[in-house]
Every structure is written in C-alpha cells, then in structure tokens.
C-alpha cells in the first residue's frame, strides 16, 4: 500500500526543502505549520442551513379531503420534511448568505444557526437555478463575513479547504487541492465553470465554502461524484468570479436577467484549427447566427473564432456561454474574434429574450396551464434549435410552478430527444416521473425535474 502524506507533511517537507522561501503558513508552538489562525478567522463566516419544505401530501387533492384523511388514519396536520446545507456570509453588514438553490429549493421555512449557535430566520433575496446559487439575507448584529478571492488567478494544485455541514453533524473542515479548473459537460447544472478539488465534500456540504490559504472564498461547494453518494475525492465548486457576479444581479433584480445573443457554437479542434487557418485549438467556432440577433447585428459570421470575452480568455463553447450568461441585458461585451486568421474586436448589445406570448400554442395535459407552438420561419429559434416552444403559462396552474417560461425550447424528455410538440406530447405521455425536461433558455440550456 502507497502511503500519501498530509497535507501538513507535505508543507514541512516543501519548507525545510526550500528554508530560504517565505513560510505560507504560520507555525504552532511546536514549529509545525498550521491553518488554525486562518480558520480561526474563516469558520464564523461558514454557517448551517436548516430547510423545511411542504410533505408531498400537501401538494396532493386526495390529502385534503378530510374523508380520505380519515378513511386512511391520516393526520390532520401532514410532516413537514426537513434538510440539512451549508452557507457563506460574504456581507456582515447587509446579511448576505450565500448557499446552493438546490439546498432550499422549494423551501416554507430556512434557518442559519451560526458557529456562536444562534439560529436566525433567513428570507430568500433570490436564486439562479442556472448556476445553483441562492442569496439569503439575515438580520443580526456581530456577524463574520468571508471575502471574496480571485478564483481567475487559482492554479491546479493550489491548496484549498472546504468547510461545511456534512451529513448535518456540525461544522467541519477538510483540506485538498485544486485538481481540475473549468469543468464543464457535467450536467449538474446550466452553468458550468467548475473548480475540481479533492478536499471531501459530503452531502450537507452543499452551499459551503471553499477558501485558499489566504483564508478568502474562492468557490461555493455544490456536487460531488460518489458511487455511494459521499465522498471519493472528485468535489466540485462554482468558482467565486462566477458566484459574485450573480449575487449582485440577484440583490439588485431578484434574479439573473440573461439575455439573448443569437449564436450557436461549437468548440474548437486540431482540424478544424489547421481549416480555419486558427493559432490554437482553443476558442468558440460559430456554426450558425440567428438572423437580426444581437450577434448579427455585431457582425460574428460562422466560422470566426471567438477566443475572449471583455478581456477574459474563451477556451470553448462552454467557456463562451458561461461568460456571455453572466452579462446583464442591455449592456455590451468586447468580442475578441479571429476571422480567416486576422484578430478582431467586435461589440455585442445583450438583448431580451425573446417571448411568444401572442402564439395561443397548444395545450400539454402532463404540464397544465402551459402551451407549446413548434417552431416556424420568422421565430427567433428558428434553424437554430428543434423543439416545442413555451408560449404561455397560465397563472395560478401547475405549470406556473414549475419554473418554464415563455420562450423557453423543450428539446427532451428523460433521456429521450424531442424536435416538436407531437414528439413532445408523445414523450410526456409515456415518460414516468420523476420528469427530467431538458430546455433552451436564450443561450443556456437547463434542465427542470419535475416530481
């Protein structure tokens, strides 16, 4: 058996190693280096999310009626269920709470006890179920607060921490790496910019923080891959540059108001780099530009190369729309664009989304209260994508709650393709529950489960 050493061993091995280096980390009174100061100052930051949402029977007729309740020895009052997350306080003075959308989804009561053990009631500020991020905010007095770090300027092999609530028995802290930077095609969520680490992460993690050595946030603790569901060294966090940007357009609008840009793209190859006469295999390659969109009007052509975003590097497809996700509607990007291989700067307006709410569409019985059009020459979608698109959502129906919008494309059901409402219906018709839908959201694709 091969013996891999701690992290801590691993740090005195580098110091004695190197004595004439600066020490990262302070000694305890033994001459050993140690984290304890940092953490000292990090953990109050750190807190616990207890959730409490609806038992399924609430939302069930049959359990309302109070002849079947007592026909079957129900009780008059159904169990509420209750969760265990984890949660960042990243403003003192205002409240701020950072955790996961997944932690209080669906959530009638959240409550963040603190490391000191007080228990205060949160109210949620908003969510972005496309990154997983939800924003809390709470009312007291003495608060920690952690600071923001530049997860740009993170390296593979960086120390890190993870701090949180695993399994709910309380705050811990567990050490690793960075083993990976921009982990994308995952499926965990719509958004992908994953930072990869190998720091445990455990469910009740979710939410928690993960901080450098500096003891700054330098990512929020959301997946995990386990054949078991616990840890086997493979975590995963949204980085901060990513999570800061949506908690200021969550505090400002409620939401991330993502726009529409117009593109499809695809990510670059050694071959299609020699055929595009490209300097590297990395960039977004456009195949096709939606005709009076925000990327026509820009002047983007397929076959250009787009290789940064307002200064910022664009590796791939995933790359380009994580960043062009990010930009609110209304404002502009700098687009750095190769073309037969000459370097360009163009500039792009994000614009609405575009709505189809005067299109009566049809009516989808699995989903009541939303209708479904296909998609016809003139629509925006139009030879960019194959589907059903939403058209209208009823008020005050199911379909209302389930998180669709209009002008959201329906291109699967489960694991099954679909390409236009007849596809869509059979798909639904035959599908089990739970329900994985599968859309397009102007330039982002996110998937709905639906219970």
Not at 159 to 167: K, L, Q
Not at 273 to 287: D, H, K, N, T
Not at 322 to 345: D, K
Request: hydrophobic share 45%.
């Amino acid at each position: 058996m091969i013996h891999i050493p701690s992290v801590a061993s691993l740090l005195l091995l580098l110091l004695i190693a190197a004595p004439a280096a600066p020490a990262a980390l302070p000694f305890d009174g033994k001459g050993l280096p140690t984290l304890a100061p940092m953490l000292s100052q990090v953990t109050p930051a750190v807190v616990n999310i207890s959730v409490v949402t609806r038992s399924p029977m609430e939302d069930n007729p049959l359990f309302r009626d109070p002849l079947f309740r007592r026909f079957f020895n129900i009780p008059e009052r159904p169990s509420r269920e209750q969760s265990a997350g984890s949660g960042v306080i990243v403003d003192r003075v205002r409240g701020y709470v950072l955790t996961n959308n997944h932690v209080i989804n669906n959530a009638q009561e959240v409550v963040v006890t603190l490391k000191d053990r007080r228990a205060l009631k949160a109210r949620l500020v908003g969510t972005d179920p496309g990154t997983d991020i939800a924003v809390l905010k709470i009312d007291a007095q003495n608060l920690a607060e952690l600071k923001f770090g530049d997860s740009d300027a993170m390296n593979v092999g960086d120390f890190v921490v993870a701090i949180g609530n695993p399994f709910g028995i309380g705050q811990t802290v567990t050490s690793g790496i960075v083993s990976a930077l921009g982990r994308t095609g995952l499926g965990i969520e719509g958004y992908e910019d994953f930072i990869q680490t190998d720091a445990s992460i455990n469910p009740g993690n979710s939410g928690g923080a993960l901080v450098n050595l500096a003891g700054e946030l330098v990512g929020i603790n959301t997946a995990i891959i386990g054949p078991s569901g616990g840890s086997s060294g493979i975590g995963f966090a949204v980085p901060a540059n990513m999570v800061r940007t949506v908690m200021e357009q969550i505090i400002r609008f409620g939401e991330v108001r993502r726009g529409r840009v117009g593109v499809v793209t695809q990510d670059m190859t050694h071959e299609l780099a020699q055929s595009l006469a490209a300097g590297s295999a990395e960039g977004a390659v456009v195949v096709k530009i939606e005709p009076g969109s925000p990327a026509d009007k820009a002047g983007l052509k397929p076959r250009d190369i787009v290789t940064g975003v307002n200064g910022k590097p664009v590796r791939g497809s995933a790359d380009l729309r994580n960043r062009m996700g990010l930009i609110p509607v209304g404002e502009e990007a700098e687009l750095r664009v190769q073309r037969g291989g000459r370097p360009l700067s163009l500039r792009l307006r994000i614009a609405e989304l575009f709505t189809m709410t005067e299109i009566p569409g049809e009516a989808v019985p699995q989903l009541a209260g939303v209708r479904v059009s296909n998609i016809e020459p003139g629509m925006p979608a139009y030879g960019i994508v194959e589907g059903a698109m939403v058209t209208r959502i009823e008020a005050n129906t199911p379909g209302a709650k389930t998180g669709l919008r209009p002008g959201d494309v329906l291109y699967g059901v489960n694991r099954g393709r679909v390409r236009s409402v007849a596809e869509l219906l059979a798909a639904l018709r035959q599908a089990e529950r739970p329900l994985r839908i599968f859309l397009l959201r102007g330039d982002s694709r996110l998937t709905l489960t639906l219970r």
